[in-house]
């Protein structure tokens, strides 16, 4: 069955540096998100995108993050400068136009120190 | 803004058993979607079972079942004849019918062991 391909499993990063985050969404799958969970709370909605570009953001989606598509397989999340409080496990999912369900990857954990 | 509650971090069953997982939620809309996903250790999180809120019936699925209370905005996930590799987080999930985004507002999440 198609997965969704997340890179890194874990990161460990100084506080100030920046960070990438990759996915390999389903091939044929034309919408894609970025959610992260802070340890013990709730899993939050951080981006949409879909045809090259941000369809919704949420608060969380500061100037401090991007996303992008560089090469046609890959979606990336970027984190500028990271804080402390970025530590979290950052899950992408990816669905087909039409489709009622999101299919998420196994997510990146990422600790700033 | 709608809001989700899991009010049990944890739950344990012993395998064979049935066990009910909790979720409410707060919503003003009529029409939405609910879900819930399981994620167990290390591995992506995966479509449990959905249910639509027009739809009177208690979504099933194998040895999954939903029960619905729309008018309690109660959404609870039993799983009966549990087995050791339903052990994983449970996340409750509601996503609004209108809007293309699939936005989905998650509730804490259930962390359910499973004893041989």
């Known amino acids: 069955e198609p997965e969704v391909t997340q890179t890194p499993s874990h990161q460990v990063t100084q506080m100030g540096q920046e960070v990438i985050l990759r996915c390999v969404p389903i091939?044929?799958?034309?919408?894609f998100y970025w959610y992260r969970q802070i340890l013990g709370q709730k899993v939050e909605f951080l981006v949409s995108?879909?045809?090259?570009?941000?369809?919704?953001k949420s608060e969380i989606f500061d100037d401090q993050f991007s996303v992008e598509r560089p090469d046609g397989s890959n979606f990336t999340l970027k984190i500028r400068s990271t804080k402390l409080e970025d530590s979290a496990m950052y899950f992408c999912?990816?669905?087909?136009?039409?489709?009622?369900?999101?299919?998420f990857g196994a997510g990146s954990r990422l600790t700033v120190l | 803004a709608q809001t989700v509650t899991q009010s049990q971090p944890e739950m344990s069953v012993q395998e064979a058993e049935t066990v009910t997982l909790s979720c409410t939620y707060d919503?003003?809309?009529?029409?939405?979607?609910l879900f819930w996903y399981k994620q167990p250790p290390s591995r992506q999180m995966i479509l449990v079972i959905r249910?639509?809120?027009?739809?009177?019936q208690n979504a099933t699925e194998n040895r999954f079942s939903v029960n619905f209370q729309k008018a309690a905005k109660s959404f609870s996930l039993k799983i009966s004849d549990s087995q050791l590799g339903d052990a994983a987080m449970y996340f409750c999930?509601?996503?609004?019918?209108?809007?293309?985004?699939?936005?989905?507002?998650f509730g804490k999440g259930t962390l359910l062991t499973v004893n041989p």
């Open positions: 249910q639509e809120a027009y739809k009177q």
């Open positions: 999930a509601y996503r609004s019918v209108g809007g293309s985004n699939y936005k989905l507002t």
């Open positions: 091939s044929n799958h034309l919408y």
């Open positions: 999912a990816s669905r087909n136009s039409g489709a009622n369900v999101l299919t």
């Open positions: 919503t003003s809309e009529s029409d939405y979607y």
């Open positions: 995108f879909y045809n090259n570009e941000i369809s919704e």
